[in-house]
């Protein structure tokens, strides 16, 4: 586990590699956001990251996000990156900022139902399998364009773009590759004009790749072991 003053210099150091890359893409100042990834970190890492001014946070899971959201001040952001089971989704509330991994019909339809009792709306992203990786979620690409037709049936659930995770065993060309298939399929399906959707977030890039991610057109970026280091 890194000290507290390791926290605030390695997010200095992430926070420089983001403005580089934001540069190098000749993109506007500001339109990445980093979100600083806390699965299995202790509150106390978090508590660091605040103090010197990070605010956006994201888990994986939603009993860590239950149990280390109350130990931090109300302006911070909370995102939900992991792969969210049904079952979890009566724990959520207004809190959540974003839930990057809406990843079948079922979940649309219980965040909607979850959404319609507690009068909530939930803003996410559709995940999406770009690399056709068997070990990761999301729907193939092939696939998006029904399920965001969709959404305009399901009041409570907002789509605001699309996520991906890279492949483990991808080349930095293939990974780069990929985060420009996903910006290209944002693209074109943001001309669409679906009821319920506004593709404006893409949600890729970690540790290893977020650079890549920011040059392909990434909007967020969920970077933990870089700031906390290895996980607990």
């Given at each position: 586990?890194?000290?507290?003053?390791?926290?605030?210099?390695?997010?200095?150091?992430?926070?420089?590699?983001?403005?580089?890359?934001?540069?190098?893409?000749?993109?506007?100042?500001?339109?990445?956001?980093?979100?600083?990834?806390?699965?299995?970190?202790?509150?106390?890492?978090?508590?660091?990251?605040?103090?010197?001014?990070?605010?956006?946070?994201?888990?994986?899971?939603?009993?860590?996000?239950?149990?280390?959201?109350?130990?931090?001040?109300?302006?911070?952001?909370?995102?939900?990156?992991?792969?969210?089971?049904?079952?979890?989704?009566?724990?959520?509330?207004?809190?959540?900022?974003?839930?990057?991994?809406?990843?079948?019909?079922?979940?649309?339809?219980?965040?909607?139902?979850?959404?319609?009792?507690?009068?909530?709306?939930?803003?996410?992203?559709?995940?999406?399998?770009?690399?056709?990786?068997?070990?990761?979620?999301?729907?193939?690409?092939?696939?998006?364009?029904?399920?965001?037709?969709?959404?305009?049936?399901?009041?409570?659930?907002?789509?605001?773009?699309?996520?991906?995770?890279?492949?483990?065993?991808?080349?930095?060309?293939?990974?780069?590759?990929?985060?420009?298939q996903l910006r290209v399929l944002r693209d074109t399906l943001q001309t669409a004009k679906m009821?319920?959707?506004?593709?404006?977030?893409?949600?890729?890039?970690?540790?290893?790749?977020?650079?890549?991610?920011?040059?392909?057109?990434?909007?967020?970026?969920?970077?933990?072991?870089?700031?906390?280091?290895?996980?607990?």
């Amino acid at each position: 586990m890194l000290t507290s003053s390791g926290i605030e210099q390695r997010l200095v150091e992430v926070r420089q590699r983001i403005d580089r890359a934001v540069a190098r893409s000749n993109r506007d100042p500001g339109s990445v956001r980093l979100l600083a990834v806390s699965k299995t970190q202790p509150v106390s890492a978090l508590e660091e990251a605040y103090r010197v001014g990070q605010r956006s946070f994201a888990e994986n899971r939603v009993q860590e996000w239950l149990e280390k959201a109350p130990s931090l001040e109300n302006d911070c952001e909370w995102h939900l990156v992991g792969s969210l089971q049904t079952n979890k989704v009566k724990y959520l509330d207004q809190s959540v900022s974003m839930i990057h991994s809406l990843d079948r019909s079922s979940l649309l339809k219980t965040l909607n139902a979850q959404g319609e009792r507690c009068g909530i709306i939930w803003t996410t992203l559709v995940q999406v399998n770009i690399a056709r990786d068997p070990a990761k979620a999301g729907f193939m690409p092939e696939e998006v364009p029904d399920f965001l037709k969709l959404i305009g049936d399901y009041p409570h659930v907002r789509v605001q773009g699309l996520m991906t995770i890279g492949a483990l065993e991808a080349s930095a060309a293939e990974t780069k590759g990929f985060f420009r298939q996903l910006r290209v399929l944002r693209d074109t399906l943001q001309t669409a004009k679906m009821s319920g959707v506004d593709l404006r977030e893409l949600s890729m890039g970690m540790s290893g790749d977020f650079e890549m991610a920011i040059e392909e057109g990434a909007t967020l970026v969920r970077v933990g072991r870089l700031i906390f280091g290895e996980r607990g």
